[in-house]
């Protein structure tokens, strides 16, 4: 390729960085669309929770006037009879209470003084709804036990709130972003902290009750289970008592196999061990019968995880998985068993952590809750943790928009990488070199000589000073790396609902076509980023067959041109910022190729290899030593 042609690759490359600069917007738009984005998600989530406790309560007067409902003393009488001292809890009317700070609303429900729902802030659906961690009644949330001869059930029960504040909100100082529930901000800029507490008392002085704190920029909710002369009515047998989580778990992504449906399921760390977690392809279950440290509901960028102060004594945990369901992915059951000592007074302390799956943040509070965050095999993990994401965290500190840090990040690795591409090519132009030699010795000693052909063409290499392995070793190194960026970018929380160029959504798959009709293996759509990642690919590998020696080989060439189609089916629904990645990598690596091949001499390079040739060839010292032994033995033999 001549200079125009390098110097029309450098315009596109410049065309690109100006054109997303241009379009950019400035840092008062993005701050006034957010808070437009906030204020129609405040007022959406308050409306639909106002016509949900509007619709409750119009539901239980229409219960109240039923001709055959009995009386509240009867009912309570009845419910005493079936649940001894807790059978007054039993009648009640269920009323709602909120607690926010600037990260998140928890909505609370006084049935069973339970956690009912829980809203992101800062963050909307594919669809543009208030993010919902999970919400409604179908949220199992309550302990299970014995007492007096009776199975109690506490999301059954009416709980007392103390202080009666509906809604509850805690501040603190202004919040710069990327500083979002960092724990090392909160020491330094500490904000307010509020409790809500439920309690549920069977008689004077003796009661159980659920408190919860939340403190400012934080996404840890403190949760304590405080009981006080309950040791009279609960079985004395007991060793732990149960407590019962689940929920139906939100679509918050487009629809895709390959995105949220593939990384939603359960994890969970054992006590001062690994962490493990159910599959990830299909419904699954799992009796923990060892100590554990904190359980995991995992989508895939948003978690919601409950956390022992010391650990579960064991666990059941389930998945149900619900693909073709258009509104839920799953759901997901834990049965947690809660230490319990028969005491007078007794405390159990836990945790919720409610929010985004971000590596950093995850990893701050020092519980391997990142291993959530799926980053690949041992090797590929390592390169991710602290490679990609230092650069990657670097970068987005001084630019904004992902699809020039992806550009920037592309070019440092391409960079760094670029003597093992030097090299690459340098081991295949030596090997063209050779060609001649070679296919005089494929003349000469034909099929039936393999072994006499194959020790003629290692000696011809070993005398010309040519590696035979030396173009496929760099390329393996790279390969990792490779590897690393493909999961990388479907779980970084950073490219979600972050547009570049046409696609909408660097976290999932571009599209610029709808098809009318599925492609079995291909989709649906048309990712114009994965065709772009497709011709790149082809032409780098007629670029690289160019410089390569045929090996006798032929079917090998026609393999080379088909994985490039393979990969077309594959990423198709895959993350548009991967295919991005891809399609820069290989841009760049055409234009690596295209300089080395410039400034090489190929004559020069046939002409030293000749000189080689003509050199004795050096011996190693473990060919040396070889020798030596083997004459030691002859002359022991003599």
Request: charged share 20%; glycine share 6%; net charge positive.
């Amino acid at each position: 390729m001549d200079k125009k042609s390098i110097i029309g690759i450098g315009l596109i490359f410049a065309i690109l960085v100006v054109f997303s600069l241009m379009n950019q917007p400035s840092k008062e738009e993005i701050a006034a669309t957010k808070r437009k984005k906030d204020s129609i998600a405040q007022v959406e989530a308050n409306k639909a929770l106002q016509q949900q406790k509007i619709a409750e309560q119009q539901a239980a007067k229409q219960q109240a006037v039923q001709p055959d409902t009995v009386s509240q003393p009867e009912a309570t009488q009845a419910k005493t009879d079936e649940l001894g001292v807790f059978g007054a809890a039993a009648v009640g009317e269920e009323k709602f209470t909120t607690i926010e700070n600037n990260l998140m609303e928890i909505t609370f429900s006084n049935k069973g003084g339970r956690i009912y729902s829980v809203r992101l802030k800062g963050y909307q659906t594919h669809d543009s709804l208030p993010l919902m961690l999970f919400d409604g009644p179908k949220t199992l949330f309550g302990l299970n036990f014995f007492a007096q001869n009776r199975s109690i059930k506490t999301d059954q029960l009416y709980f007392k709130q103390l202080g009666g504040k509906d809604n509850i909100i805690v501040s603190g100082p202004e919040i710069k972003t990327g500083d979002e529930g960092k724990i090392k901000f909160n020491k330094e800029h500490p904000g307010g902290k509020e409790s809500v507490t439920f309690r549920l008392e069977v008689a004077p002085g003796k009661f159980m009750e659920f408190v919860y704190t939340l403190a400012y920029n934080s996404y840890m909710v403190d949760f304590d289970l405080n009981m006080q002369g309950m040791n009279e009515y609960i079985a004395a047998n007991q060793s732990y008592l149960n407590f019962t989580w689940a929920i139906d778990v939100p679509r918050q992504e487009r629809k895709s196999k390959f995105g949220e449906d593939r990384y939603t399921n359960i994890n969970y760390k054992f006590f001062e061990d690994e962490v493990d977690n159910l599959s990830q392809s299909r419904s699954d279950e799992e009796n923990l019968n060892t100590r554990v440290k904190w359980i995991g509901f995992k989508q895939l960028f948003f978690g919601s995880t409950i956390i022992a102060d010391e650990s579960f004594p064991n666990a059941q945990i389930k998945q149900v998985k619900t693909p073709d369901d258009k509104k839920y992915l799953a759901n997901f059951y834990a049965d947690i068993a809660l230490p319990y000592k028969g005491e007078k007074n007794e405390k159990v302390g836990m945790e919720f952590f409610f929010g985004p799956n971000h590596y950093q943040t995850l990893k701050q509070y020092g519980l391997s809750l990142e291993s959530q965050v799926y980053l690949g095999y041992p090797v590929v993990r390592q390169i991710n943790q602290f490679v990609i994401i230092p650069i990657f965290n670097f970068l987005r500190k001084f630019i904004s928009n992902f699809g020039i840090i992806i550009l920037l990040l592309t070019l440092f690795i391409k960079s760094v990488l670029f003597p093992f591409t030097y090299k690459s090519y340098m081991s295949q132009a030596k090997m063209k070199a050779l060609k001649p030699e070679i296919d005089e010795l494929n003349a000469k000693y034909g099929k039936d000589k393999a072994m006499e052909k194959q020790q003629a063409t290692m000696a011809l290499y070993k005398k010309a000073g040519v590696n035979p392995m030396g173009g496929c070793l760099p390329m393996l190194l790279q390969f990792p790396i490779l590897i690393a960026m493909f999961f990388f970018f479907p779980t970084s929380i950073e490219l979600r609902q972050q547009s570049f160029l046409w696609a909408t959504d660097l976290s999932t798959y571009d599209t610029i076509f709808n098809l009318p009709f599925t492609i079995p293996f291909y989709g649906d759509h048309v990712s114009l980023f994965c065709l772009l990642m497709t011709v790149a690919t082809v032409f780098y590998t007629h670029l690289n067959q160019q410089t390569t020696a045929s090996n006798g080989m032929p079917g090998m060439k026609t393999m080379m041109y088909l994985m490039p189609i393979m990969f077309l089916f594959i990423l198709n629904s895959y993350p548009s910022g991967l295919s991005y990645y891809y399609f820069l990598a290989n841009l760049i690596t055409i234009g690596q190729t295209l300089l080395i091949r410039r400034f090489v001499d190929d004559d020069k390079i046939r002409a030293q290899l000749q000189v080689n040739k003509k050199k004795p060839v050096k011996k190693s010292n473990f060919q040396k030593r070889l020798e030596e032994m083997s004459k030691q033995r002859g002359g022991l033999k003599k």
